[in-house]
């Protein structure tokens, strides 16, 4: 569905995304998950024809992007990141617009802005204008909108972000229906569950490349393991308790006051702590977030 | 340079784009009517009759007759321009609503002239119903078939100013830039395109300035139509304006294009 090959994007002194490639197949749904500046947005921008390429091969629906801007934007839907909503006319109005710029012929858009009113339970707001829309409201209207053409290809910069956790599940549950229909996905998010919840695979960005790219269940079995063990004990402690669990197997990491272990089993390991009253702050699955920190460590990007 | 002359990618989907401003100016037309017809209707009757009242004639006709057709000129390029200054830079910056139509099958050159073709609207509105006092007046002394030419003309003088205020957009850091844009490109527009005195008297320079200013064809072509002076060498501006908005919809769109495209 979607080819990308040694894609750059620069911005003047900037590059912002690096030579990635990857391949994104019809239905699947493929998120981009990275710290902020690593590249996920300026990379959906690209396969939805926004912004030019600098170099590399991006093909959608077998158009290039260079070439065929035009058709694959007709073949896309997008909720982008900044809500632009258009403020000048109300719900119903700025869905009917936007499908005039697609061309939907006007009777059978009428009826299409209905269906997806109800869709996206926004009846009661049909007539509202923008402003008197809550930042749930707004987004769902935005989902609205991205698939007013019926697209082959929905791109969701960071859908639920902001949102509360209410509204947050219905989007997924909205999107996991449009799945189901066959529509290819293709997202960015800052929310590692929102990923685990919702993608077939993802790719974890740094920096305008690819670190790693698959099934997030499986990449966080291989990768970290399948327990986590928190302790809050100092670097002394730490030391001499290493030196004693030499005999299990697992891996660890030092943030702060945390140390972190990481293991494929956990059971043994945990009885030791606790037999021998270690502070012991949690025992967990090991989720996204773990791989996505590790890879992408903790230092903070502003 | 070179990149500011590209032809640009306009289809009939700008069409789409000037539908989306009729139907939200349905919402404010009122208010938008009256702030842009207040204005030219008090400068016709207020100097018109006020200087007007001491002056015998002016290049052969009164004073009113001869401020009238300049007036709707004026009107023309003050709608289309505020349409495309505040209005355009509004939808492109505030509400990033070119953002929203770029993810359609739209391009910039769809927007762009879609934003312009709706200015030159907003100046035939505007233009139109100035014409139309102006008849009631009993001010239109030209053949009624005239009013035909002179509705094309007020339409080409929308264009031109739109795609001239694009430009002003394009280059905009914020709505305070319009001040210098008003000041320094309309304004002299206003009093030496020979609107309100005829350009024989102004000394050499300001002569020749003036005949740098678009505006000065347009007001000579629609006294030309107006009163009952009518003159073939006056219509020759027409060929002459239309190139000068060709070229400038050729650099307002890709002078967008270099503000929204990263």
């Given at each position: 569905m979607i080819i990308a090959k040694n894609l750059v994007k620069k911005y003047e002194e900037i590059t912002a995304v690096d030579g990635i490639s990857f391949v994104i197949n019809r239905g699947e749904c493929y998120g981009f998950l990275g710290p902020n500046g690593a590249g996920k947005t300026t990379t959906m921008k690209i396969i939805n024809c926004m912004s030019p390429l600098t170099s590399g091969n991006v093909l959608v629906c077998e158009r290039h992007v260079k070439t065929k801007p035009r058709e694959i934007k007709a073949l896309t839907g997008v909720v982008p990141q900044e809500e632009n909503l258009d403020p000048d006319l109300t719900v119903f109005k700025n869905l009917l617009v936007y499908a005039r710029y697609f061309e939907v012929p006007s009777n059978e858009a009428e009826s299409r802005v209905e269906e997806l009113i109800n869709f996206l339970n926004l009846s009661e707001k049909i007539d509202s204008h923008i402003n008197e829309?809550?930042?749930?409201?707004?987004?769902?209207?935005?989902?609205?909108?991205?698939?007013?053409?019926?697209?082959?290809?929905?791109?969701?910069?960071?859908?639920?972000?902001?949102?509360?956790?209410?509204?947050?599940?219905?989007?997924?549950?909205?999107?996991?229906?449009?799945?189901?229909?066959?529509?290819?996905?293709?997202?960015?998010?800052?929310?590692?569950?929102?990923?685990?919840?919702?993608?077939?695979?993802?790719?974890?960005?740094?920096?305008?490349?690819?670190?790693?790219?698959?099934?997030?269940?499986?990449?966080?079995?291989?990768?970290?393991?399948?327990?986590?063990?928190?302790?809050?004990?100092?670097?002394?402690?730490?030391?001499?308790?290493?030196?004693?669990?030499?005999?299990?197997?697992?891996?660890?990491?030092?943030?702060?006051?945390?140390?972190?272990?990481?293991?494929?089993?956990?059971?043994?390991?945990?009885?030791?702590?606790?037999?021998?009253?270690?502070?012991?702050?949690?025992?967990?699955?090991?989720?996204?977030?773990?791989?996505?920190?590790?890879?992408?460590?903790?230092?903070?990007r502003e | 340079m070179k990149s500011i002359f590209k032809v640009p990618d306009i289809s009939f989907r700008a069409y789409r784009v000037w539908q989306r401003n009729r139907d939200s100016y349905k919402r404010f037309y009122k208010a938008n009517l009256i702030g842009s017809l207040g204005e030219p209707v008090m400068f016709l009757f207020g100097m018109g009759l006020?200087?007007?009242?001491?002056?015998?004639?002016?290049?052969?006709?009164?004073?009113?007759?001869?401020?009238?057709?300049?007036?709707?000129?004026?009107?023309?390029?003050?709608?289309?321009?505020?349409?495309?200054?505040?209005?355009?830079?509004?939808?492109?910056?505030?509400?990033?609503?070119?953002?929203?139509?770029?993810?359609?099958?739209?391009?910039?050159?769809?927007?762009?002239?879609?934003?312009?073709?709706?200015?030159?609207?907003k100046s035939l509105i505007s233009g139109g119903?100035?014409?139309?006092?102006?008849?009631?007046?009993?001010?239109?002394?030209?053949?009624?078939?005239?009013?035909?030419?002179?509705?094309?003309?007020?339409?080409?003088?929308?264009?031109?100013?739109?795609?001239?205020?694009?430009?002003?957009?394009?280059?905009?850091?914020?709505?305070?830039?319009?001040?210098?844009?008003?000041?320094?490109?309309?304004?002299?527009?206003?009093?030496?395109?020979?609107?309100?005195?005829?350009?024989e008297k102004f000394p050499l320079i300001i002569k020749g300035i003036s005949y740098l200013l678009p505006l000065t064809y347009a007001v000579n072509i629609s006294r030309s139509l107006v009163t009952e002076n009518f003159s073939y060498i006056a219509l020759s501006g027409f060929p002459l304006l239309l190139a000068l908005t060709i070229i400038l919809v050729i650099v307002a769109v890709n002078m967008i294009e270099k503000r929204v495209v990263k």
């Amino acid at each position: 569905m979607i080819i990308a090959k040694n894609l750059v994007k620069k911005y003047e002194e900037i590059t912002a995304v690096d030579g990635i490639s990857f391949v994104i197949n019809r239905g699947e749904c493929y998120g981009f998950l990275g710290p902020n500046g690593a590249g996920k947005t300026t990379t959906m921008k690209i396969i939805n024809c926004m912004s030019p390429l600098t170099s590399g091969n991006v093909l959608v629906c077998e158009r290039h992007v260079k070439t065929k801007p035009r058709e694959i934007k007709a073949l896309t839907g997008v909720v982008p990141q900044e809500e632009n909503l258009d403020p000048d006319l109300t719900v119903f109005k700025n869905l009917l617009v936007y499908a005039r710029y697609f061309e939907v012929p006007s009777n059978e858009a009428e009826s299409r802005v209905e269906e997806l009113i109800n869709f996206l339970n926004l009846s009661e707001k049909i007539d509202s204008h923008i402003n008197e829309l809550s930042g749930g409201m707004k987004r769902r209207l935005l989902i609205a909108r991205a698939l007013i053409n019926n697209p082959e290809i929905l791109i969701l910069d960071e859908p639920t972000t902001g949102l509360d956790p209410q509204v947050r599940h219905m989007i997924w549950q909205k999107l996991r229906q449009l799945k189901k229909n066959g529509i290819t996905m293709l997202l960015t998010t800052h929310y590692m569950e929102e990923a685990s919840q919702l993608c077939d695979r993802i790719a974890i960005m740094d920096k305008g490349k690819i670190l790693i790219e698959g099934n997030p269940v499986t990449l966080v079995e291989e990768k970290i393991g399948k327990e986590v063990l928190e302790l809050r004990i100092n670097n002394a402690m730490e030391n001499e308790l290493l030196q004693k669990l030499n005999r299990f197997e697992f891996t660890h990491d030092r943030v702060g006051d945390t140390l972190y272990m990481f293991s494929r089993d956990g059971r043994e390991l945990l009885q030791y702590l606790v037999s021998n009253d270690y502070p012991l702050v949690l025992h967990r699955p090991a989720t996204l977030e773990d791989l996505f920190l590790k890879l992408t460590g903790r230092g903070l990007r502003e | 340079m070179k990149s500011i002359f590209k032809v640009p990618d306009i289809s009939f989907r700008a069409y789409r784009v000037w539908q989306r401003n009729r139907d939200s100016y349905k919402r404010f037309y009122k208010a938008n009517l009256i702030g842009s017809l207040g204005e030219p209707v008090m400068f016709l009757f207020g100097m018109g009759l006020g200087i007007g009242g001491y002056l015998a004639s002016m290049e052969g006709v009164s004073y009113i007759q001869f401020i009238a057709s300049g007036i709707i000129m004026v009107t023309a390029m003050y709608s289309a321009t505020f349409e495309c200054t505040f209005g355009s830079y509004t939808r492109m910056m505030g509400q990033k609503t070119y953002d929203g139509i770029l993810a359609t099958p739209l391009t910039v050159g769809d927007i762009v002239m879609g934003d312009i073709l709706w200015g030159a609207t907003k100046s035939l509105i505007s233009g139109g119903i100035m014409l139309a006092i102006i008849i009631i007046a009993g001010l239109m002394k030209g053949p009624v078939i005239f009013i035909i030419p002179i509705l094309m003309l007020i339409f080409l003088v929308g264009l031109m100013f739109a795609s001239m205020a694009m430009i002003a957009t394009a280059l905009s850091p914020s709505y305070e830039f319009f001040s210098y844009y008003f000041t320094l490109t309309l304004t002299p527009m206003f009093f030496f395109s020979g609107v309100f005195f005829p350009l024989e008297k102004f000394p050499l320079i300001i002569k020749g300035i003036s005949y740098l200013l678009p505006l000065t064809y347009a007001v000579n072509i629609s006294r030309s139509l107006v009163t009952e002076n009518f003159s073939y060498i006056a219509l020759s501006g027409f060929p002459l304006l239309l190139a000068l908005t060709i070229i400038l919809v050729i650099v307002a769109v890709n002078m967008i294009e270099k503000r929204v495209v990263k």
